[in-house]
């Protein structure tokens, strides 16, 4: 068997370089288009031509703010190793200008870095520049400082707007230019993106929405990159620009392009759906994505089509969107860490081959379709010489027993068969030969005892004549706090008088910000949080207990993320918008005109105290009588985890808040909000490596509803154990040479296989998470995988009879379940 487990491996490890060294890849793009070879990127109705040749081609989103520059060749190496071709990627204008007129393009925000690494191993992009990009992140990607440009009104024919909008996409392309990077020049850019999903809040607009359609494509256009633009979700984006799909099932819903001389492409395939606060994770099944690309190339002639996200990443700081959690699309063919999420990434790897393999039937070949059967249908690409065919069985609980071209085949329930020349399985969607994975986190370090912990108790503002500002009324929370932060106090004076029967008193809150704390005289008093499909609206009305006299009432406003999504963005209301105290049946007390004070942010932000110059400033004490306390700063010290595997923080005893290690924020946590399961949405929370010194590290929480800082745990993530399930009767993997099925093992990371947990070639029952030996085992089976596996980054072995000694059990059809252990 030479199926290249080595090379896997090595890829998996990046023990071997990636396909060339940088100056040569660079100089090899460069040379093509030097040498008298006219470089271009051209289309019509088939395909993407690059220099003329059309092209199959299956990409990937991975973004660049969402890993580190430190983990780019990994994961691009990782996504190439995968069978893609394109590396897709938007750009995100509230990192790269924060502040009007100044521009950052530092570290994990170096986009043309990225360009360059995605170039140097020979794969191509597509960068969608927007710059509305959605893309659960904050603000939908636009600075906040947008938000008060006077008289603006975004993503509209509106000329505020639009200059902004055309001078920030003109620097962006120019950046490309001068930096070489589009594909006519030398580099790996072949198409760009203006605007993104427009047509789901164009009618909101009128016909300021269609003149700014025109508007967008026409100034795009008018930039010369040299190469396409698309506009995804835009049935009617304006010639040349391409009208693209997004969706889960693109091969059902696409209306087709909008002209004759445009293919049909996918930039968005949703690999999983990204995970909110409050929900369980969704994870969508290798089978499904499989049925849904391959039913796109065999329905709609595509020819293009990119997996949103491939590596979905870490939402570091406060740029997750509206309730959105801090891991992204972990889920994705490589996972929040960047370790391949097994069998996804290697049930489209065989996807991508069985595809490519047949690329001049699909390219240049004469389509064909019929009906097999009431739910199964044939699609059929013919030249003269060559054939392919898709069977597809919409049938989503029956086998399928149908004949093609005098062939008798079983089509597995919603399932796509795809036969080379149109005679040979060479892949079957719903039949899943790639090995699977399992993650797990092993716990290094605790943070048990008490002694190690120092915390700060964030201070109450008391007196509104202090705060920031004050008004006769209750401020928006965005526009006040410009997004810089989730916070703003709200303060006020109250003075009661008692009724003389004592009743009792009630304080109504109502929010259109997520979550509220409220305090009266320094004494909390309770809290309420929304949720993302919840009402807009929060109410807390509780009885409270005043002094006779003055009374302060300080109210806490927080966002989880700002929105990124939805026609008037610039409108939207967030934060308190009426408050009121009500004593018995007398009428409520309307507080919205009284002076009130306004505090941006926390007293621990404003005084960085998350650094370790900023936390000398504050005096820190111990948590004896701080555990479970409200709005409180935690602070503790951990060493470096040995090795290699990736690193996160388990909080799962926490409330809700925000983590900062050595200074940098590895994002929000909210484990208190559970999902109907009944636990968190998310409770490991990703460490970069790179975050970490060799030695020791300074973690700072803040808490903000109460939780146990001791049980926090230092945990390290790795894939450890591996399976392999194979019928005898399975098509071979079109990554090997020889012509049987075969059981294919490898570790990631530099780890080998340690122990065989389970081996039974015969009728072994189960999966690969509950497994057991049949009616028939050969009783060599065991024997036969350890010595082909054990101390081996990765193995293959045949599913045969020869294999193991001789036919176990005649008449019966035969697999091999393999189980695995990786250290």
Known sequence: MSVNIAAVAAVLAMVAAVCMPSAAAESLWLEEGGGGVQREVSLDSRALLVDGTRRVLFA???????????????????????????????????????????YNFEGRYDLVKFIKEIQTQGLYVSLRIGPFIEAEWKYG????????VPNIIFRSDNEPFKQHMQRFVTDIVTMMKREGLYYPQGGPIITSQIENEYQMVEPAFGSSGQRYVSWAAAMAV??????????????????????????????ETFVGPNSANKPALWTENWTSRYLIYGNDTKLRSPEDIAFAVALFIARKNGSYVSYYMYHGGTNFGRFASSYVTTNY?????????????QPTWGHLRELHAAVKQSSEPLLFGTYSNFSLDQEQEAHIFETESQCVAFLVNFDQHQTSEVVFRNISLQLAPKSISILSDCKRVVFETAKVNAQHGSRTAEEVQSFSDINTWKAFKEPIPQDASKAMYTGNELFEHLSTTKDETDYLWYIVGYAHTPSEDGQLVLINVESRAHILHAFVNNAYIGRIHGSHDGPANIILSTNISLNEGPNTISLLSAMVGSPDSGAHMERRVFGIRKVSIQQGQEP????????????VGLFGERNSIHTQEGS???????????????????????TTPAGNDAV??????????????????????????????????????HIPREFLNPQDNILVLFEEMGGDPQQITVNTVSVTRVCGNVNELAAPSLQSQDKEPAVNLWCQEGKQISAIEFASYGNPIGDCTNFSSGSCHAGSSESVVKQACLGKSGCSIPVTPAQFGGDPCTGIQKSLLVVASCR
């Open 141 to 148: 990607g636009f600075p906040f400082w947008l938000h008060d």
């Open 588 to 599: 409520e007390h309307l507080l919205n005109n009284e002076l009130w004070g306004y505090q």
């Open 329 to 341: 699309y972990d889920g994705a063919p490589l996972d929040e860490y960047g370790l391949i999420w």
């Open 648 to 685: 996160t923080l388990n909080l799962s005893s926490m409330g809700k808040g925000e983590v900062w290690i050595n200074g940098e924020s590895i994002g929000r946590y909210w484990v208190s909000f559970k999902a109907p399961s009944g636990n968190p949405s998310q409770s490991l929370y």
């Open 60 to 102: 990937g989103e991975m973004h660049y703010t969402r890993s580190t520059p430190e983990m780019w060749p990994k994961l691009i190496a990782k996504a190439k190793e995968g069978g893609l071709d394109v590396i897709q990627t938007y750009v995100f204008w509230n990192i790269h200008e924060p502040i009007q007129g100044q």
């Open 616 to 638: 000398k400033s504050v005096e820190w004490t111990t948590i004896n009588n701080l555990a479970y306390s409200p709005l409180t700063w935690y602070k503790t010290t951990f």
């Open 222 to 251: 008018n930039l010369q990159t040299g190469v396409p633009w698309t506009m995804c979700k835009q049935n009617d984006a304006p010639d040349p620009v391409i009208n693209t799909c997004n969706g889960l099932i693109c091969g």
